[in-house]
């Protein structure tokens, strides 16, 4: 009986225009090759936390099967880690700086078998994260680590939307 209700109300939310979480509805990606981007950002590591985050993005996602070799792949994933910006986001006259704010920007381009080219508008591929700041300085390596983590899967998922929009129309 309760399979009977669980798929009524899926097929009731599916009218609705509902999709499952993760799902990407008519939006098939196919097999997607990530390059790891070039790092223009000054700090060593950058680029391979960006490619790190598209490659699970990627994963991720219903209807994209990530590929090593660009001959296989349907999409390559390609670009460039712009400047990262560190700076004091917050102030006390104690302890100096309470809070940093990392602010990271791409440039990404998918290119389609075919030759067509997807490039991600620069004003959705910037984005900031604040962290805060410790007397110890791994804690504080560490802070400004995960907020490099946070904004990188957020910039990951954002591209692949856009793709995802390209491609299903």
Same mark, same amino acid.
């Given at each position: 009986?309760?399979?009977?209700? #669980?798929?009524?109300? #899926?097929?009731?939310?599916?009218?609705?225009?509902?999709?499952?979480? %993760?799902?990407?509805?008519?939006?098939?990606?196919?097999?997607?090759?990530?390059?790891?981007?070039?790092?223009?950002?000054?700090?060593?590591?950058?680029?391979?936390?960006?490619?790190?985050?598209?490659? $699970?993005?990627?994963?991720? $996602?219903?209807?994209?099967?990530?590929?090593?070799?660009?001959?296989?792949?349907?999409?390559?994933?390609?670009?460039?880690?712009?400047?990262?910006?560190?700076?004091?986001?917050?102030?006390?006259?104690?302890?100096?700086?309470?809070?940093?704010? *990392?602010?990271? %920007? *791409?440039?990404?381009?998918?290119?389609?078998?075919?030759?067509?080219?997807?490039?991600?508008?620069?004003?959705?591929? $910037?984005?900031?994260?604040?962290? #805060?700041?410790? %007397?110890?300085?791994?804690?504080?390596?560490?802070?400004?680590?995960?907020?490099?983590?946070?904004?990188?899967?957020?910039?990951?998922? $954002?591209?692949?939307?856009?793709?995802?929009?390209?491609?299903?129309?």
């Amino acid at each position: 009986m309760w399979k009977v209700c #669980l798929a009524a109300a #899926l097929l009731a939310a599916a009218g609705c225009g509902y999709t499952l979480v %993760g799902s990407s509805g008519k939006h098939v990606l196919g097999r997607v090759a990530v390059h790891t981007p070039e790092n223009g950002s000054g700090h060593a590591g950058v680029e391979l936390v960006v490619a790190d985050a598209l490659r $699970r993005e990627v994963i991720s $996602r219903a209807g994209a099967q990530l590929v090593e070799d660009t001959a296989n792949a349907d999409w390559v994933v390609s670009g460039r880690v712009l400047p990262l910006q560190v700076s004091a986001a917050s102030l006390s006259p104690v302890v100096l700086t309470l809070e940093y704010q *990392l602010s990271l %920007g *791409l440039e990404l381009r998918a290119t389609a078998r075919d030759g067509r080219e997807v490039k991600a508008d620069p004003r959705e591929m $910037r984005e900031s994260e604040r962290f #805060l700041s410790s %007397g110890d300085v791994e804690a504080q390596r560490k802070n400004r680590q995960e907020a490099l983590h946070r904004v990188s899967r957020l910039l990951a998922a $954002r591209f692949l939307d856009r793709l995802g929009e390209e491609q299903g129309g």
